[in-house]
Nanobody, 124 residues
Framework: QVQLVESGGGLVQAGGSLTLSCAVSGRTFSTDIMGWFRQAPGKEREFVAAIKWSSGGTYYADSVKGRFTISRDNVKSTVDLQMNSLKPEDTAVYYC?????????????????WGQGTQVTVSS
């Protein structure tokens, strides 16, 4: 079993920055892809970014490309999401997720493990 715990959410003004962190514990070898998703009220959960543990290869949704950066620390078993130039439409609960395969990295169904989520609110 893999446990994921997010931290770093909060309230920020538009144009500001936040860094989310996901601490990964348990059977971490069973995950190869780590992702961040978000869900705003009344909307479906959507893909934000993903990274491969092994290669460090990164993938981003078009809506965050150039503003968000995903990174991982293999020693600490953490995955961070650096969010810059935040917009009110980035407001959502952000979830960390772990999956076995990269093939469906943009889909929620492609991940086996989920954190509890952390709230990010961007005020205008």
């Amino acid at each position: 079993q893999v446990q994921l715990v997010e931290s770093g959410g909060g309230l920020v003004q538009a144009g500001g920055s936040l860094t989310l962190s996901c601490a990964v514990s348990g059977r971490t070898f069973s995950t190869d892809i780590m992702g961040w998703f978000r869900q705003a009220p009344g909307k479906e959960r959507e893909f934000v970014a993903a990274i491969k543990w092994s290669s460090g290869g990164t993938y981003y949704a078009d809506s965050v490309k150039g503003r968000f950066t995903i990174s991982r620390d293999n020693v600490k078993s953490t995955v961070d999401l650096q969010m810059n130039s935040l917009k009110p439409e980035d407001t959502a609960v952000y979830y960390c997720a772990g999956g076995r395969s990269i093939f469906y990295y943009t889909r929620s169904s492609g991940y086996d493990y989920w954190g509890q989520g952390t709230q990010v609110t961007v005020s205008s």
